[in-house]
C-alpha cells in the first residue's frame, strides 16, 4: 500500500500527513518499531479514525470470519 514515491522511512512531516508509509515509533517505542500512518485509532485513542491499512486489515479479518 506505500506508494515508490514514498521515502522510507517516511518522516512525520506535514508533507507526509495523509501518506501511508513507514514511520518510526510504532508499538509504544521511539525507535526500531514501524507503523504505517502519522496517527490513527491504533496508535492514539480515536473515535473511528483508523488509518487504511487498519481498515484493511479489520476488514479481512471480518471477511475471514465471515465466509
Sequence with gaps: ???HSTPVPTPATEEFE???GVYEGGGYVAKGVYRPYID???KSVKYD???P???RAIQRMIDFYAE
Design 1 to 3: 500500500m506505500v506508494s
Design 40 to 42: 490513527c485509532t491504533m
Design 49 to 51: 479514525a483508523f488509518c
Design 18 to 20: 495523509n501518506t501511508i
Design 53 to 55: 491499512v487498519c481498515k
